[in-house]
């Protein structure tokens, strides 16, 4: 499967911003998805993932402020932050594989990310 992350850009703190994932290469519906993140000199982090009955799952440092939805219509998956934080500042990246498993333990596939910058 082929993702492409898109969305990512420059935001106040406080502000939102939604990001896509859009997927070819594969029967969309049978894929579950996850986003990570990553900050500079920090290990990647997962912070959302979503199974392909639209179940969904996510980490503390972003529960409350982030939603991962899924439109199997557009193969397209978001994720809409909220109530930014400097914190939140990463290169976001999502991935997809036919086996929830493999997104949990980032083994599934991978976009190129797309960078957030949150500004006080």
């Known amino acids: 499967v082929q993702l492409q992350a898109s969305g990512g850009g420059l935001v106040q703190a406080g502000g939102s911003l939604t990001l896509s994932c859009a997927a070819s290469?594969?029967?969309?519906?049978?894929?579950?998805f996850g986003w990570y993140r990553q900050a500079p000199g920090k290990q990647r982090e997962r912070i959302a993932v979503?199974?392909?009955?639209?179940?969904?799952n996510y980490s503390d440092s972003v529960k409350g402020r982030f939603t991962i939805s899924r439109d199997n219509n557009e193969n397209t998956v978001y994720l809409q932050m909220t109530s930014l934080k400097s914190e939140d500042a990463a290169i976001y990246y999502c991935?997809?594989?036919?086996?929830?498993?493999?997104?949990?333990?980032?083994?599934?596939?991978w976009g190129r990310g797309t960078l957030v910058t949150v500004s006080s």
């Open positions: 290469g594969s029967t969309f519906d049978i894929l579950h």
């Open positions: 979503i199974n392909k009955f639209g179940s969904t």
């Open positions: 991935t997809a594989a036919p086996n929830p498993f493999d997104v949990l333990k980032g083994t599934g596939s």
